[in-house]
């Protein structure tokens, strides 16, 4: 639509939208027509893309137009902008602000004429589980103390944790925030899919700065380097894409084959390869096995107790 407007020397009519525009059902009722034309010009609009109703001397609707300076034309993006918006695009799948990441990107699309590259993507996602992303990010921005209960790899119960963030980081598919704990008065690092509940800014201002010179890359690879854990997995053609993509070079989706699933603990490992779902074994060590097993399982009985 957005194309045809955009393109159109004319108002276009509501009957000339219909008949050039791909996704309108040429079968469909006018009533349900209508009700798609008035969805998708909501949906441009929060875009940010105006469409102007153009009204003849009697009143009667005319046609419609999208003029090009309401569609913000000025946007624009260079090489490596574009490189970075792609990467933000790729790593927020089955994310909390996927849907508004996907409107930004169609968006600036529109407007001007290219599109992030999202081909190359990366072994970092955002989903449910590091919801406390967003929060940290702001208390980062507004160099505001956070409090969140956490519940650490051996810890027996969540405790309440009050921290000076530094900065967020993503590592071999997990989300990480690096920062002073006040309580413990000592640098620590937090796995995001541990904290418990939300994540609160509070009204007190960082008092220990992130050091100069500091490197959270270094800091976290040392932290987790000495806790990856491994298993061999057989994958049948057509299925694992997933951790066919994450494995170095990428593999062909065509094939059989038997690669080393790599993660900084047994729980992620076991997540990562049940998250593959169908067409995926594993063959050694057998604890990780029997943990897929009984993990699937589990999801499996629920499902059939909900029927």
């Known amino acids: 639509m957005v194309f045809c407007l955009l393109g159109a020397a004319r108002p276009v009519s509501r009957a000339q939208i219909r008949a050039s525009v791909s996704g309108y059902d040429p079968d ?35 046609g419609y137009l999208i ?13 490596d902008e574009l490189a970075l918006l792609g990467l933000a695009a790729a790593i927020s799948q089955e994310a909390i602000i996927e849907a508004s990441t996907t409107t930004a990107l169609r968006k600036i699309e529109t407007v001007s004429g290219d599109a992030p590259d999202s081909v190359h993507r990366s072994n970092m996602r955002v989903n449910a589980t590091d919801a406390a992303l967003l929060p940290l990010m702001s208390s980062l921005r507004e160099q505001r103390m956070v409090s969140f209960d956490y519940q650490g790899r051996n810890d027996r119960q969540a405790e309440k944790r009050s921290v000076d963030p530094w900065g967020v980081i993503a590592h071999e598919g997990a989300w990480y925030l690096v920062g002073h704990d006040r309580d413990r008065q000592a640098q620590r690092t937090f796995r995001l899919s541990r904290i418990q509940g939300s994540v609160t ?7 220990c700065s992130r050091p100069v010179n500091l490197s ?3 800091i976290v690879r040392g932290e987790q ?28 989706p065509f094939a059989d084959i038997e690669i080393e699933v790599r993660a900084i603990s047994e729980d992620a490992l076991v997540s990562q ?10 063959l050694e060590p057998i604890s990780v ?7 699937l399982l ?4 629920y499902h059939v107790d909900a029927v």
Do not use: P, W
């Open 28 to 62: 469909a009722s006018d009533a349900a027509f209508e009700r798609m034309f008035e969805r998708d010009k909501d949906e441009l609009r929060s875009m940010g893309i105006g469409i102007e109703t153009i009204v003849d001397v009697h009143g009667e609707v005319e």
């Open 67 to 79: 003029r090009r300076q309401n569609a913000s034309a000025e946007l624009q993006f260079n090489a």
């Open 201 to 207: 800014i509070t009204a007190k201002n960082i008092e």
């Open 216 to 218: 959270l890359v270094d």
């Open 225 to 252: 380097g000495e806790q990856h854990v491994t298993a061999r997995v057989h994958i049948t053609a057509g299925y694992g894409a997933a951790l066919r993509q994450a494995h170095a070079g990428g593999l062909s």
């Open 273 to 282: 390869i049940c998250a593959a779902g169908f067409g995926v074994k594993v």
């Open 289 to 295: 096995q029997e943990r897929v097993i009984a993990s």
């Open 298 to 301: 589990a999801v499996s009985h």
